[in-house]
């Protein structure tokens, strides 16, 4: 059990430092749509195969190099034989998992397996050079990380940049929308704790109408216990003199509490990526989210 835990403040810790778990209001800063980062850095999570025969197979300095970084070059498993030309580009990208590996709250592994499988989005290589059955290719982006041996190799498609709302518009106290609900699941980096600027997997996708540019408002009950962080029931309840009430009002007699909203990058069968732009304080996974 302490093993767990201190695993689950790891995750936590690395959470916060990754983006900004904000604790107060804040808005995307000056920008009218997502940028060239946030967009095709998203990541993903798809039930559908991503297709595995084009690899990244080597580069060079490889008796040194076990990885590759923006500028290096890296050798694919494709040459004139397959087609390859000069000037091809491609994005590169690889099944992704959570290294801690801890659930968060009661669901979240059950509905990450239900999801599909994540994938990272490494960056972008364009071809140089093609050779029968090889092909070489410069790594032109990187998403921050670095690229390997065995990395998924496909041919890029311009993803779109969708505009921003105004984040002046924001409801603190929205009515509910009626339109489907759902669970902030984790961080696209399976970071638990969450603010503006950081992208989450939802668990709607196309198959629930959503698509590229769709607004997700993310809110919270009170007194849940979802949770795996250590609380006991009514705590709020149980602190001598803080004060307190004849009854114990649960999640279902109080108002939610909305936390921030955020627009969907990128959408699959049953999963989003969503970039949250605008939060009030710190949003974990295991928050509800509601299209607006």
Known sequence: MR????ALSLTVFLGASVCAAQNTPQMTGGSSQADYTSVNCA???????VPEEIQLISGEQSNLKITFTRGDYVYVNRGQ????RVGDRFQVVRPDKDPVDVPWFKWQTKLMKAMGTAYYDAGQIRI???LPKVSIAEITFSCGGYMQR???VR???????PPF???STFDHFAPVSGKPVA???????FSQTLGQRCAVYVNLGTGQGVKVGDYFRIFRYQGSLAETAPQESGLQYKVYGFGGTKERYTWKDLPREILGEGIVLNASRNSSTVLITYSTIEIYSGDYVELE
């Open 43 to 49: 990541n993903f999570v798809t039930d559908q195969k």
């Open 3 to 6: 093993a767990k835990l201190a």
């Open 183 to 189: 669970m902030v699941v984790t961080g696209t980096d």
């Open 81 to 84: 034989d397959k087609g390859m």
């Open 128 to 130: 140089v050079n093609v």
């Open 165 to 167: 709302k105004d984040a």
């Open 150 to 152: 065995g990395d998924f």
């Open 155 to 161: 041919p890029y498609a311009e993803r779109p940049a």
